[in-house]
């Protein structure tokens, strides 16, 4: 059989958000499906997905016809919104109609790195034992399982894309920076992974052409100190970079504190060697290059 081409793929698909944020806006940039349908919050959310070219659901965790008539047309559904201690907010609403959904080739669920928890500073891979600390991550845990079970009974490939630090356009050190949030926190020791948000796109769109129901680790190859990063955008931008302060005397919120609790280095070998990718910002220094040569650091 003839290799489908980019436009023909791009026709084929009918993506469905389930949450629509900035990763998924990331991954319709560069997919261009045939038809996009995404959830909102409310209806000044739904206005701007609307402008974006996202045709817009207000969803409010009830079942919705305009949902269930679009998840049953889609080929391709993409869950982002995070779940709280009732669980997942999509999975009991839509499940029958996954079920239903005679076109429907893929599942992708966007998970977070924090869900392993605590390893000391060793390098951790898809294979390592998970134990979060926090509440929200024990939450996604529950949540990828639920998906991942889910595409197992209805026979549609889930993969669970457990993401690092995400940057970009809109959101990086030079937004921080110029509206005086920026923060150079020093935890000896202490390095995170971080992923441009092209890079997730791109991740996803391998999967796509290479389904299976896998965990995938998404983060860039070199976990850094934070307060190096801010740093380095403050190089770039010609301001003085903000005073270092010790951990032990910041002033942070009880997320960002818990943050600080977990040490890791996240792999990224399953991405390159089973879905063939290649990131384009392998370290935060190429990625926070582009975004100011570009100007782009401010938005698309």
């Not at 070219?53 to 009830?62: A, F, K, M, P, Q």
């Not at 999967?207 to 740093?231: G, H, K, L, T």
Request: aromatic content about 8%; charged content about 25%; glycine content about 8%.
């Amino acid at each position: 059989m003839q290799a489908l081409t980019e436009e023909t793929r791009q026709k084929e698909m009918r993506l469905v958000g389930l949450g629509f944020g900035y990763s998924a806006h990331a991954f319709l940039r560069a997919a261009r499906p045939e038809s996009a349908v995404g959830t909102a919050r409310s209806a000044e959310k739904a206005e701007e997905l609307l402008r974006r070219g996202v045709r817009s659901i207000v969803y409010h965790g009830e079942p919705s016809p305009a949902l269930s008539e679009a998840v049953r047309h889609a080929t391709h559904i993409l869950v982002s919104a995070g779940p709280n201690e009732h669980g997942d907010p999509f999975l009991r609403v839509v499940e029958r109609d996954l079920a239903h959904a005679p076109d429907l080739k893929w599942i992708g669920y966007l998970s977070t790195v924090g869900v392993y928890g605590d390893h000391g500073g060793q390098l951790v891979d898809e294979r390592a034992v998970c134990h979060p600390i926090a509440d929200r991550g024990v939450w996604r845990l529950e949540a990828e399982a639920a998906w991942m079970a889910l595409g197992r009974r209805i026979n549609v490939h889930t993969a669970v894309f457990r993401l690092a630090g995400i940057y970009g356009p809109g959101r990086n050190q030079f937004v921080a920076l110029n509206e005086g949030r920026a923060k150079r926190i020093v935890k000896p020791g202490q390095v995170f992974n971080r992923i441009h948000v092209d890079d997730i796109a791109a991740t996803l769109q391998a999967s796509i052409e290479r389904p299976a129901s896998r965990v995938y680790n998404v983060a860039d190859d070199e976990p850094a100190p934070p307060q190096e990063v801010v740093a380095y955008a403050a190089g770039l931008m010609g301001v003085e970079p903000p005073p270092e302060v010790p951990f032990d005397e910041a002033d942070l919120s009880p997320m960002a504190r818990s943050f600080y609790g977990e040490l890791k280095r996240i792999s990224n070998a399953r991405i390159r060697q089973e879905l063939g990718v290649r990131l384009t910002y392998p370290t935060y220094r190429e990625g926070l290059n582009r975004l100011w040569e570009s100007g782009q650091w401010r938005g698309y």
